[in-house]
């Protein structure tokens, strides 16, 4: 069956520090694979997504991702922190063609 | 650029009440999508459509009803409210999501309580 694990639920960083938030899937095929960002109260923006090619995905607001296969993993980064980053990240597996499995999800905030 | 459209944003519901959650989007999008939003689960996958006149259940179908008469419109049911669909519900819309490139947009969100 299809999953995806985010194994951090809170993160906390101080402003300007580098980040990591972890993502692993399970799929038997080749995933696509999507990072989305929740802020207090709001829907859900897209970051970046993997389908095929270069497995180093640059995204909006400085995020990037890298997809490792042999790792089952789809880690999004940061070098550097904003305040404004604080927010809930979402790492998703498009399974098939109907169905997009999420993860729970990492609380992530930043101290000035 | 409307995008996915959900409304009402804010609802207070009591037990056994029905209510339908509207979503709508301007796209053209073959492919729409209803999950709820609970704490710690992340977001769970109720009911999809991949065009009008067909739907399917997700993951956590029960008490939860829809129909797609249009290619615009997706509207969630709840039948008879109860205190554990109290919840965040969020309508998204893509073409097929198969297809390579694609990517789902999501609606901001309706709050909905049971009381």
């Known amino acids: 069956a299809q999953s995806v694990t985010q194994p951090d639920i809170h993160i906390t960083v101080s402003e300007g520090a580098s980040l990591e938030l972890r993502c692993n899937y399970s799929?038997?095929?080749?995933?696509?694979l999507f990072w989305y960002v929740q802020s207090p109260g709001q829907g859900l923006q897209l970051l970046l997504k993997?389908?095929?090619?270069?497995?180093l995905v640059q995204g909006i607001k400085g995020f990037e991702a890298e997809f490792k296969r042999s790792q089952s993993s789809f880690n999004l980064r940061k070098p550097s922190v904003h305040w404004s980053d604080a927010a809930e990240y979402f790492c998703?597996?498009?399974?098939?063609?109907?169905?997009?499995?999420f993860g729970t999800g990492t609380r992530l905030q930043v101290f000035p | 650029n409307a995008g996915v459209t959900q409304t009402p944003k804010f609802q207070v519901l009591k037990t056994g009440q029905s209510m339908t959650l509207q979503c709508a989007q301007d796209?053209?999008?073959?492919?729409m999508s209803w999950y709820r939003q609970d704490p710690g689960m992340g977001l769970r996958l109720i009911h999809y459509?991949?065009?009008?006149?067909?739907?399917d259940q997700g993951e956590v179908p029960n008490g939860y009803n829809v129909s797609r008469s249009t290619t615009e419109d997706f509207p969630l049911r709840l039948l008879s409210a109860a205190p554990s669909q109290t919840s965040v519900y969020f309508c998204?819309?893509?073409?097929?999501?198969?297809?390579?490139?694609?990517?789902?947009?999501f609606g901001e969100g309706s709050w909905l309580t049971v009381v």
């Open positions: 998204a819309s893509s073409y097929l999501p198969g297809t390579a490139g694609n990517t789902i947009y």
């Open positions: 799929y038997g095929a080749t995933p696509y």
């Open positions: 993997y389908f095929s090619g270069d497995t």
């Open positions: 998703a597996v498009g399974a098939g063609t109907d169905k997009l499995i």
């Open positions: 796209m053209n999008h073959e492919y």
């Open positions: 459509s991949v065009g009008a006149g067909i739907t």
